[in-house]
């Protein structure tokens, strides 16, 4: 019979409101209670025209309806009775609560903030020196909405240390402890939601946004905390600007009309607006009606949700509208609460109940509390059922009562105590206080903040107001859904917003202007390498390693030297097999015929030494090629020169010897030869090698060569040879072999050979002449070929050396030998008294001819 009967006023209550009725809702704003709880609500929004003509301190009418902050007051509601039928939490005692409206206004905020503050049962406040002992009518405050408000009302409960508990304030300068002690709330700062917000453009690539915001506090600090937050994460603000508030006396219509050029710049196809719901609707207004631009707005919470906003004709041109909201806990009860009470508000039998019971000293002073709300209807609140934006409300409401619980030391028994609570006792058990709500475990943090998570909301147009669909969540990290996203372009194209396109790989970006998104993008070069896409130069590879143009890594080096398998080494080794075939050939040849003339010319055993010499040369260069070593490079030197000394002292001797014969008088000439032969001759040869014996051995001590690495002198690799420490040691080395192969070259430069015997004089000529022409070009060529190639011309140098040598001095003897033995006599090589034959000596001058 109760179901049927409530269903059946549920209908007849419904059917009523339908008819337009007056209700009885703003009578339900109130209930007395054991601890009473203060309410500050915009359910409604003064005139303009009567914020602009106040000019006495008189009561504002606030006229316009606002659904939302009925739900939030309805939701106080719920939150409260709920706490009164609970068993644990206050058992045996009840809360009370006392809801005004705000309109939005400080001016208005402010009677019902000091009706909070009088004494308890009456309407002053007195002043006194401490107020410690003081009792207010109320125990703590829930609200404002506002960032503004809670500006001014913060200031004025923090000084009686009143709880005071925002379910929308996100202000970041309202976590002052020092200036706002005793102010809590439920939301986030707005750090968390811009944080959120730069976040989100990071993630789909927008580094070239236009930042608005409201002229008030709530909007200039938001601006400047996400400047900071989006210059840390490399997003450039193209324009900065703020979007005034409508005032009378203002001219706001102008300011708006200066930011419409910077919004509707092509390039910036995204717009944060951190503003308040009324500055959103001005700017809103008056854009739709002069050509906005669609564009991507990132919306701040205090108008994501505004019936305001949302309602405005055109809003749907506007574009594509994202935002940040609060995830809380369901309250799957509240629609059905919402719709239960609104009946109950059109029954006139519960509205004669009331009576005049409820009203109390406050209407007398304030008002009615929200005249407008009489006026409602449930399609007017239904648009606002599905949010979870009621949830903030509901936690506040409940932390206040843990702190009253954890304050009256309450049990599942019952309270021990039911004394008078003040209110900066309450406040004392709220800070780093951990209580539930739906569920739904939250803390007060030092600051009075709580940890909350946001959802993503996308405005999706299916009727004259958007709904709110999810498309992501944030909970210290952006969770995006792409896939359910919906843009405003042409085949749902995701927009783009950068100032510069995206640089490739390889290539760094060169900054134009003052905007860091701004670039040109330019390649790294050889040697260097892009680490980040966000690097502003081209970071160099280490010592070790290389990389080619537009790199984005390094390879590390390999390492380089003179190797056994290279074309050059390939040829120089035929080249080496070549001369130490030659050398052993000749040597042969001279050992087969030691006891001719032509060797006896030759000098006999030393022209056998000679040979050997120029052997070791041969060998010498083996040490060229190959890793280069510690060994190896100390040892390339002195083995190489001390045989090339061996043989060219050889051919100082016989230089000398010619010399001698030819122009010095014969009694000098007999003296001087026996010098220049036999043991005296070994001893000079042996004196030479000692001499630069002592050189090679004052080089290796003094500027021993090393093993080095270079790094730089390859593109790719890294160069490992033997570094020579001083140029000039080095030469000093090839002194003494210079200076003998000059000696032989002046004994022999202008002899004139004696008719009818061979001119040995012009093959010393010839040999020496080759070991100037060899190293003569040898210098040039080691100071400008590539360090990795001074090797290769060492090994050259030295064979093509001893090839001249055996050219000009060894291989026309061999030819000698060989094909015109006839000529090998002591008068033609070492001369006599006797002539030779005619027939000889016709024969004689013809061979002298070719040979010449």
């Known amino acids: 019979m109760l179901g049927s009967a409530f269903l059946g006023l549920s209908l007849w209550a419904l059917l009523h409101l339908r008819t337009g009725a007056p209700l009885c809702l703003s009578r339900q704003l109130k209930m007395k209670g054991d601890y009473m709880l203060g309410g500050l609500f915009p359910l409604g929004e003064a005139g303009e025209a009567a914020l602009h003509s106040r000019t006495r301190p008189t009561s504002l009418v606030c006229t316009r309806f606002s659904w939302n902050g009925l739900l939030w007051a309805l939701t106080m509601k719920m939150a409260v009775e ?44 007195a002043a006194y020196c401490n107020y410690t002992q003081y009792q207010p009518r109320v125990l703590a405050v829930i609200g404002p909405h506002s960032s503004e408000l809670a500006l001014v009302t913060g200031k004025f409960f923090g000084f009686f240390l009143m709880p005071q508990v925002s379910y929308g304030a996100s202000m970041d300068l309202l976590s002052t402890r020092e200036t706002f002690p005793s102010f809590f709330r439920t939301v986030p700062s707005d750090r968390v939601q811009l944080t959120a917000a730069v976040e989100l453009l990071q993630r789909l690539g927008w580094n070239w946004v236009a930042a608005l915001g409201s002229d008030d506090e709530y909007g200039r600090q938001g601006l400047s905390i996400f400047s900071g937050l989006a210059a840390a994460r490399g997003i450039c603000i193209a324009h900065e600007g703020l979007v005034p508030l409508p005032r009378a006396d203002s001219p706001w219509a102008g300011k ?19 503003a308040s719901a009324r500055a959103a609707h001005a700017f809103f207004s008056y854009s739709i009606s002069r050509r906005l631009l669609p564009k991507v707005w990132v919306a701040s919470e205090a108008w994501l949700t505004s019936d305001l906003v949302m309602g405005l004709p055109g809003m749907a ?39 005049e019971s409820e009203q109390g000293l406050e209407e007398h002073v304030v008002g009615p509390r929200c005249p407008q709300c009489d006026n409602v209807t449930l399609q007017n609140v239904s648009a606002g059922l599905p949010h979870h934006r009621t949830f ?197 040849l001279f050992v087969r015929h030691r006891d001719s003339p032509l060797v006896q010319a030759s000098g006999g055993a030393l022209a056998c030494f000679g040979l050997v010499c ?71 040869v042996l004196l030479a090698m000692l001499v630069e014996a002592a050189l090679c051995a004052w080089y290796l001590l003094a500027f021993p060569p090393e093993v080095v690495t270079d790094w730089r002198v390859l593109p790719t690799e890294a160069l490992v040879h033997c570094r020579t420490r001083s140029w000039v040691s080095f030469g000093l080395v090839h002194a003494t072999n210079a200076i003998l192969a000059f000696l032989c070259f ?93 027939g000889m000596a016709v024969g004689t001058e013809e061979a002298q001819g070719k040979n010449e």
């Open 317 to 355: 041109e506007v574009g594509t509208v994202l935002g940040f909201l609060q995830r809380g806990a369901p309250l799957p009860k509240f629609s059905q609460y919402v719709k239960t009470h609104l009946a109950l508000a059109a029954d006139p039998a519960f509205c004669a109940s009331l009576g």
């Open 392 to 588: 903030s409300v509901y936690a506040a409401v409940y932390g206040v009562a843990q702190a009253l619980h954890n304050t009256l030391r309450c049990s599942a028994s019952g309270c021990p105590t039911q004394d008078p609570v003040k209110p900066w006792q309450l406040l004392h058990n709220m800070y780093n206080m951990t209580f539930r709500a739906a569920g739904l475990a939250l803390r007060f943090d030092g600051s009075g903040n709580v940890d909350a998570e946001y959802d993503l909301k996308l405005w999706v147009w299916r009727g004259p107001v958007p709904e709110l669909h999810n498309v992501g969540v944030f909970n210290g990290s952006l969770w995006p859904e792409r896939l359910k996203m919906r843009w405003h372009t042409p085949g749902n194209q995701e927009p783009v917003s950068q100032c510069s396109r995206q640089c490739q790989e390889g290539q760094v970006r060169r900054v134009k202007g003052f905007h860091s998104c701004c670039y040109d993008c330019v390649d790294c070069e050889a040697g260097s390498y892009r680490r980040n896409p966000d690097d502003p130069a081209c970071t160099p590879c280490r010592h070790d390693q290389w990389s080619p143009e537009r790199s984005t890594r390094c390879f590390r080096r390999r390492p380089r030297f003179l190797t056994w398998g290279e074309p050059a080494v390939l040829l120089l080794l035929l080249l080496l097999g070549l001369a130490l075939g030659l050398v052993l050939a000749a040597l042969g």
């Open 256 to 274: 708006v009309q200066e930011l419409l050029p910077q919004v509707n710049q092509s390039g910036v196809q995204v717009v944060l607006l951190f």
């Open 82 to 125: 709920e706490i009164n039928n609970r068993s644990d939490l206050l058992p045996g005692l009840r809360l009370g609560y006392d809801l005004f409206d705000t309109c939005s206004e400080s001016v208005v905020t402010m009677k019902p903030s000091l009706m909070f503050l009088a004494k308890a049962n009456s309407h002053d406040i």
């Open 614 to 684: 120029l052997g070791l040369v041969c060998l010498s260069v083996l040490l060229f090629p190959g890793q280069p070593s510690p060994a190896r490079c100390l040892a390339q030197q002195p083995l190489s020169q001390l045989p090339l000394t061996g043989c060219l002292s050889t051919l100082f001797l016989q230089a000398a010897e010619t010399f001698v014969e030819s122009e010095l008088p014969q009694s000098w000439a007999d003296r001087l030869r026996g010098c220049l032969r036999g043991p005296r001759a070994w001893l000079a």
């Open 746 to 838: 002046l004994g022999t430069f202008l002899v004139q050979s004696q008719p009818g015997r061979y001119n040995r004089a012009r093959g010393l000529t010839f040999a020496t002449l080759a070991y100037f022409i060899t190293w003569v070009s040898f210098v040039p060529l080691l100071a400008n070929v590539q360090v990795a190639l001074r090797p290769a011309m060492q090994m050259g140098a030295f064979l093509l050396c001893t090839l001249g040598i055996l050219a000009a001095f060894h291989l026309p003897r061999c030819y000698l030998l060989l094909w015109q033995p006839g000529l090998n006599t002591p008068e033609f090589f070492l001369g006599g008294a006797r002539m030779p034959k005619a």
